[in-house]
Structures are given as C-alpha cells and as structure tokens.
C-alpha cells in the first residue's frame, strides 16, 4: 500500500513538472537566422479590432517576402478561444492582418507562425502590455 502511494505522489509530480514547463511562453525560432518584429495598432491596446503587423528578415537584414504568416493572439490565462489571423502582403518582408482583434480586457501575447520560401518553419512568441477594456477601462 505504500509503494502504491509513493508512486501515484511520484506520477502527480512528474505531471506537475511536465506542466509548468508545457507553460513556459519563451520566445522561440525554429530558424535562428530569422529576426521577428511585430507592431500592433491601435496604441494604446484595447478590446476591439487591431492591426497586427509582422517584419520578417533574414540574417543580411534583407526583407523575407512570400511566406505563409500567421498570428495566434491569447490569453496568459485558460478558457479563452485564441484569436487567430493570416497576415498578408509580404513586400519588404512586411505582412499585415485584416481581421484581427481582442475580444477581451487583459493580458495576451501573439504567436507568430511562419513557413518560409525555404520551406522551413519558424514560430516567435511576443508578450504585450495589457488590453483595455472598451473605451479605455479593464
């Protein structure tokens, strides 16, 4: 009966590890040679629609056109379905959402998800200040 406790508190945190680090939001690129920058507009942050712009560029600092973007924003907290947006265009390394928007007050981040011409893939992700509420308040 004590093995069978001391395994089942072994397995509960061997599953607590593994989720903290399942948590952790550091920035990564799959591509080192890859910079990422991202604007959004409007400033300050606040609910409602947003224009989320992404500059890709290689390791000369030469713009990267005709790569396939996509930006996930979510929530640092669970329970709330990511929003999720093509960004288009491309000319000098320079791609931009249509549709994107905050549906809600609080802190997010943005993933950044591109296939390169190459063919390799790259994922960065980005913390942001807080959202406002609608005009202005959380």
């Keep these: ?18 989720f903290v680090a399942g948590c952790d939001r550091r920035s990564e690129t799959n591509s080192g040679d890859v ?35 996509e930006v996930e924003g979510n929530m640092s907290h669970a329970g709330m379905v990511p929003v999720i947006a093509e960004a288009t265009g ?26 390169l011409p190459d063919g390799r893939t790259m994922e960065q992700t980005f913390d942001l200040q807080s959202v406002a509420g609608a005009g202005g308040g959380n």
């Design 1 to 18: 009966m004590r093995l069978w406790r001391t395994t089942g508190l072994l397995v509960v945190m061997l599953l607590g590890v593994l």
């Design 35 to 69: 910079q990422v920058d991202v604007e959004v507009s409007p400033q300050p942050l606040e609910v409602g629609p947003a224009q989320v712009t992404v500059m890709l560029r290689d390791a000369n600092d030469k713009p990267i056109e005709n790569a396939a973007v």
């Design 90 to 115: 491309g000319d000098d390394g320079r791609y931009v959402t249509q549709d994107f928007e905050f549906t809600m007050a609080g802190e997010w981040f943005i993933i950044v998800r591109a296939t």
